[in-house]
């Protein structure tokens, strides 16, 4: 180990007990926390840990000129308690184990930190400790949580008959890399449109809070984070929920996907920076939204309440049918690109 | 996620499924594992989670033509588990994040992944779960184990008048990253000795069982694995037990490290490679030993029934005094390398 890691440990270290989470705790009980060589972390009586790793890695998820360091921060955290949302699981911490150049000048590392601390502690999540090493940057978060083994959602479960149901703006986070990708040639566009992009790019959520209320009110048969795309997603779910010999697939409707992305003026800006709306809406991922299968009486009834709730729409994209694949309402097949792996 | 991906995580997980761990089955109860949005896993009843994070880094920790694919797996594995021992922590699972260059062949990630499989099993470890990024060569692993609150082994808590005890033969691995840098140049050497310190480097082992059998046995009132050297690790303990307005020091057995590493030949190997064998037993990291303080009493009396159980020694190395900073027998003050942050 440098010796400068040793200085930086000392400053995490104080950093972190000095961030509360929001709410007072987190889920579960903490015994012991960073500084030692583990953290010791108790679920609450009768729940169970829900464990989740995921990473972010300059050159692959973002280029450093898209994000500022505390917006890398606080996207790792935010990407891999995604993966606890989709569980319907309360949050408990996160390990972070974060990789730094050599280079790495003092601010920009603390910029980062604090990113994930501030991004953990609106999440509801403890910093449980994590690791500090040289290398290419990257931040990998191990998300922690808990959930009555009963309760948590999985992927399988999804039946014939379900209706298709996600959160939010699908295809914005696509919209908002675009822009970046265009950075200095990008088209004039509203300015609301192209800030909503930006942000569901630059600072995704993980949907938590959403995911437990949808658990309890709508008990969602199946349910996913959107990471590879609708698409590709639902079609994880259809592939889980097809075990046990029957096959499933959807129809979707591809209207209200795409009226979806109309709103706010992001139809709009796709066009015009050459990208199919409905395309993008199906196909774009890194949205971390919720996506998820229900009974269409059950979901139907609770999404006034959860967009009111919330701020953020819950909307029907289609329904599980007992034939495999993916088609419009009107009976043609999508393919969307990279769904090449579906209905195997 | 790149179309090749999801071929690799369909044969992660069947992989996965085919990799039962050493003796049934690990610590707590698994409900849900690799192939949904997170695992679900339950610490045994009354013990708590111990959460730990460590990675390796191509360039940082390794060089590829060091270890094999099947190694790079396994000492990522190992040296995160290690902390689960530090902690005397029963193991319970990892989750595996790794990160590969785009060109990575298919043989070298399976390699990779089985080398992880097969040193989790071995040490009792479910895979949980992971990720899969494109990225520099690296793997990051989160550790997870269970442990009575009360009854994990943490840094602090020494005290003087403690012994200060170490496991098997710290400095054998910085002698096998010395053989490796001078690949080619290197001096003959015995054999034996050769292959006992790039084992040590190589494929180092988490000492669970050897830890477990400690809290049990020896009762050590702090315990760390040795990741930075016995002199910075040490360092470690005697801050987090310099807690409570008390600074504590140490006095070493110098001759005791050195004829441990003297065993075999590893001495010898040492100096023809330049190396003082007193420096880099006391200042050589990466051995993932366990370094304990402990009452001497009881600590003597367990090391002949360690050293017949595990098959390596438990060698008491020095006493925890109440004056701060490290010193031989004969008083004289030692400022091992890297040892700058201590006793400030």
Chains 1, 2 share one sequence.
Do not use: K
């Not at 270290?13 to 583990?38: K, T, W």
């Amino acid at each position: 180990m440098a010796p400068g890691e040793f200085e930086r440990i000392r400053w995490l270290r104080a950093a972190a007990e000095g961030a509360p989470v929001r709410g007072g705790s987190p889920a579960g009980r903490l015994f012991l926390g960073i500084g030692d060589d583990a953290a010791l972390w108790s679920p609450p009586s009768g729940e169970a840990a829900v464990l989740t790793v995921d990473a972010q890695v300059e050159g692959i998820h973002f280029r450093r000129g898209w994000l500022t360091a505390g917006q890398i921060g606080a996207r790792a955290v935010a990407t891999s308690a995604s993966d606890l949302a989709a569980m319907a699981a309360r949050p408990g911490g996160v390990l972070l184990a974060m990789f730094l150049p050599p280079d790495t000048e003092e601010r920009f590392f603390r910029d980062l930190f604090r990113g994930a601390a501030n991004e953990a502690r609106r999440a509801g999540l403890a910093i449980l400790g994590g690791n500090l090493s040289a290398g290419p940057l990257a931040v990998s978060v191990t998300s922690v949580g808990s959930a009555r083994p009963e309760r948590a959602v999985g992927r399988r479960g999804a039946r014939p008959g379900d209706g298709a149901y996600v959160t939010g703006w699908p295809g914005r986070s696509r919209i908002g890399r675009a822009l970046l990708e265009a950075a200095g040639g990008e088209p004039r566009a509203s300015r609301r449109a192209r800030g909503a992009c930006l942000r569901a790019f630059r600072t995704p959520r993980a949907r938590l809070a959403e995911a437990r209320y949808l658990a309890e009110r709508v008990r969602p048969r199946s349910m996913i984070d959107v990471s590879d795309g609708v698409a590709q997603d639902l079609g994880h779910l259809l592939e889980e929920g097809s075990r046990r010999g029957r096959a499933l697939g959807a129809v979707l409707e591809l209207s209200r996907l795409a009226a979806l992305l109309e709103e706010g003026g992001c139809g709009a800006l796709a066009r015009s920076l050459g990208l199919d709306p409905s395309a993008t809406a199906l196909s774009g991922g890194e949205d971390y939204e919720l996506l998820l299968s229900a009974e269409p009486e059950i979901a139907d009834r609770a999404a006034r309440e959860f967009r009111r709730r919330f701020g953020i729409p819950l909307t029907r994209i289609g329904t599980v049918v007992p034939q495999p694949g993916l088609r419009s309402e009107d009976g043609r097949p999508i393919h969307p690109p990279g769904f090449d792996h579906f209905g195997e």
